[in-house]
């Protein structure tokens, strides 16, 4: 997941759109619901 870009897409998210919008979506849930989220390759 792109945190600081979630508009940006890889070239395997093939429905770009798509992929940005559940990223803003999951993104908007995770600071509604104070989740924590962890991932790999953080900048």
Same mark, same amino acid.
């Given at each position: 997941?792109?945190?600081? %870009?979630?508009? !940006?897409?890889?070239?395997?998210?093939?429905?770009? #759109? @798509?992929?940005? %919008?559940?990223? @803003?979506? *999951? %993104?908007? #849930?995770? !600071?509604?619901?104070?989740?924590? *989220?962890?991932?790999?390759? %953080?900048?």
């Amino acid at each position: 997941m792109q945190f600081a %870009l979630p508009d !940006e897409c890889a070239v395997y998210d093939i429905d770009q #759109l @798509k992929s940005v %919008l559940t990223r @803003k979506c *999951i %993104l908007n #849930l995770a !600071e509604q619901r104070v989740w924590t *989220i962890a991932g790999m390759h %953080l900048s």
